[in-house]
């Protein structure tokens, strides 16, 4: 069985640096041709993709928040990281995590975590 | 890169069919025959549907169908159920190596 889950704060405060951890398992990150991925979703509004790493340690941004994010893993611990800067309340959101399948397509998620950003 | 247009609603009566379309560009839907779609209920992770345009993971109902044309993708449910009532994303692949969603299309079952 393939699970995901997502763990770290649920509150930050703005200017702050959030770091996400999903820790999976029933796949490894060393197979070729494996990937695991973010996605947030504001309240209320559309999944929007932020980064994808790779199972050779190739990584893949958002355009629009390249500059704040970066994505590791940790392959023998079946974890990935995300650490996301300068974080605003417009960052509010539920962020997952979820295997990348295809080129365009995450086929299993985590049960994803609520990220709050307020002062 | 904006995301993908999709529309805010559609509605359909029991065992009819329906279709949310996805508009992007040759950038990304019209470029590649990567496109997935996600259903998602109300505080539920999305679920994928379909993959690669056409294709349904395993155990995904045969109701579910996708197509593609020049930048717009396509997904038709047929003999809707209630159980369908969703928001439903696609989601295209695109030429800078990045994935972009659509803007999300609410379902529902009248």
């Known amino acids: 069985q393939i699970t995901l889950k997502e763990s770290g704060p649920t509150l930050v405060k703005p200017t702050q640096t959030l770091t996400l951890t999903c820790t999976f398992s029933g796949f490894s990150l060393s197979t070729s041709g494996v990937g695991v991925g973010w996605i947030r979703q504001p309240p209320g509004k559309a999944l929007e993709w932020l980064a994808l790493i790779y199972w050779d340690d190739d990584k893949s941004y958002s355009p629009s928040l390249k500059s704040r994010l970066t994505v590791t893993k940790d392959a023998s611990e079946n974890q990935v990281v995300l650490t996301m800067t300068n974080m605003d309340p417009v960052d509010t959101a539920t962020y997952y995590c979820a295997r990348r399948l295809r080129a365009d397509a995450f086929d299993i998620w985590g049960q994803g975590t609520m990220v709050t950003v307020s002062s | 890169q904006s995301a993908l247009t999709q529309p805010a609603s559609v509605s359909g009566s029991p065992g009819q069919s329906i279709t949310i379309s996805c508009t992007g560009t040759?950038?990304?839907?019209?470029?590649?025959?990567?496109v997935s779609w996600y259903q998602q209920h109300p505080d539920k992770a999305p679920k994928l549907m379909i993959y690669d345009v056409i294709n349904r993971p395993s155990g995904v109902s045969n109701r579910f169908s996708g197509s593609k044309s020049g930048n717009t993708a396509s997904l038709t449910i047929s003999g809707l159920q209630a159980e369908d009532e969703a928001d439903y994303y696609c989601a295209s692949y695109t030429s800078g190596s990045t994935l972009i969603f659509g803007g999300g299309t609410k379902l529902t079952v009248l």
């Open positions: 040759s950038s990304d839907v019209g470029g590649y025959n990567y």
